[in-house]
């Protein structure tokens, strides 16, 4: 067939069914009726690096190791689904692009549950609750958020932490970036004074030494486990199997493992 010949509209509907043909073959349900993108498998995004949470891990398997990962792993088991991996933007992921394009059947990174996000995915229950922080060098004058006037200040697109920054930083400059990775590199060059984002990951950064918390916020966030609008079957099983964990002491275990216990 000439391709060349055809109206641009047939030859988009022609692409737009091949495409759907193609995802078909390969989606499928769970035992519980849940739809996944891939049969037999839950299929996970994180936005990588976002330590304790999320790490590269060369030396599994799976490509991927943090309290996220253990979290989805087991729940992938009780659920009697293969775990898949995947690395992804963060703003893809809390925007819900990601998870209606079919890229996976459900995201786990540090994702705090806010009324906006819900307008375009679904969250399972709470599993973390988490608090914002205020990282600078260990060398730093920099002692709390009021002392960030006129003070460039590091930030992650589309998150709580950003947020935060934007309603309480004032007179500071908010320099966006689009993840962690890249945040750190920023304030370990010197291009920023201060990162303002999620606690575990700014106290991660101060292992070395060279860095320092100075303040923490009670933000009453929790997050959760954001699945495609309207896959509630899937929400369903996701939660029943976390609900599982904190009951058999699997949850207790997995986070004793990250995070010390006060």
């Known amino acids: 067939m000439n391709m060349k010949r055809l109206p641009a509209l047939a030859v988009a509907t022609l692409a737009a069914l091949a495409l759907s043909s193609c ?9 519980t009726g849940a739809n996944v993108i891939k049969e037999g498998t839950l299929t996970v995004c994180s936005d990588v690096p976002y330590p304790p949470f999320e790490d590269f891990d060369k030396s599994s398997d799976l ?7 253990d979290i989805v792993n087991e729940i992938a088991e ?17 925007s819900g692009q990601a998870l209606n394009a079919g890229q996976c059947d459900l995201a ?10 819900k307008k375009n995915i679904d969250f399972s229950e709470g599993y973390y609750d988490s608090k914002q922080s205020l990282l600078v060098p260990a ?13 460039k200040v590091g930030v992650q697109q589309g998150t709580t932490g950003k947020t935060y920054t934007e309603e309480n930083a004032d007179g500071a400059e908010i320099v966006t970036f689009p993840s962690d990775a890249e945040m750190f590199q920023a304030i370990k060059a010197g291009q920023v004074d201060a990162l303002l984002q999620d606690l575990p990951v700014n106290l991660d950064h101060t292992k070395d030494g060279k860095f ?3 303040e923490t916020y009670d933000t009453d966030e929790q997050y959760g486990l954001a699945i495609k ?9 996701v939660n029943g199997a976390l609900e599982e964990m904190h009951k058999d002491g699997t949850y207790d275990e997995i986070y ?6 006060e």
Do not use: P
């Not at 995802?23 to 035992?31: E, L």
């Not at 009780?78 to 809390?94: N, P, V």
């Not at 609008?229 to 099983?237: M, R």
């Not at 004793?256 to 216990?261: A, D, G, L, T």
């Open 23 to 31: 995802g078909s073959d390969d989606s499928g349900k769970t035992s």
């Open 256 to 261: 004793n493992k990250y995070f010390e216990v």
């Open 139 to 151: 060398d730093s004058d920099i002692a709390a958020i009021g002392d960030l006037d006129g003070v």
């Open 229 to 237: 609008k309207g896959n509630s079957q899937l929400v369903e099983d």
């Open 78 to 94: 009780r659920l009697d689904l293969k775990l898949s991996y995947q690395d992804s933007s963060f703003d893809a992921l809390q």
């Open 212 to 214: 320092k918390v100075v």
């Open 108 to 117: 786990a990174s540090a994702m705090t549950i806010t009324d906006d996000r």
């Open 63 to 69: 490509g991927f190791k943090g309290f996220d990962v």
